[in-house]
Nanobody, 120 residues
Framework: QVQLVESGGGLVQAGGSTRLTCAVS????????MGWYRQAPGKQRELVAS???????NYVDSVRGRFTISRDNAKKTGYLQMNNLKPEDTGVYYC??????????????WGQGTQVTVSS
């Protein structure tokens, strides 16, 4: 059973930085896609950044150049470094792992989320 636990959220001033961590228990494979999502109050959850195989990354335009996603497959841990934070970055941040099994089945796993609040 795969479980994800996020940590590192909190209250940050605008312009500040913080790093989120996603610890994976159970299996974690190189070809698993890992993504960070956020959900602001009253809004839908959106994909912020994703990474596959430690090198292939993708970002939503609003965070490109400010956020960096990375992962350490040996430690089964993912990271989201967030710099130059803005109040609109406020929300609950969730870690997600997407997996395609050897027989083509799709699996997805979510963490419980961690709150990031950016004060102006």
């Amino acid at each position: 059973q795969v479980q994800l636990v996020e940590s590192g959220g909190g209250l940050v001033q605008a312009g500040g930085s913080t790093r989120l961590t996603c610890a994976v228990s159970g299996s974690f494979f190189i070809l698993d896609a890992m993504g960070w999502y956020r959900q602001a109050p009253g809004k839908q959850r959106e994909l912020v950044a994703s990474i596959i195989d430690s090198r292939l990354t993708n970002y939503v335009d609003s965070v490109r150049g400010r956020f960096t996603i990375s992962r350490d497959n040996a430690k089964k841990t993912g990271y989201l470094q967030m710099n130059n934070l803005k109040p609109e970055d406020t929300g609950v941040y969730y870690c997600k792992v997407d997996r395609t099994t050897g027989w083509g089945a799709k699996e997805e796993y979510w963490g419980q989320g961690t709150q990031v609040t950016v004060s102006s």
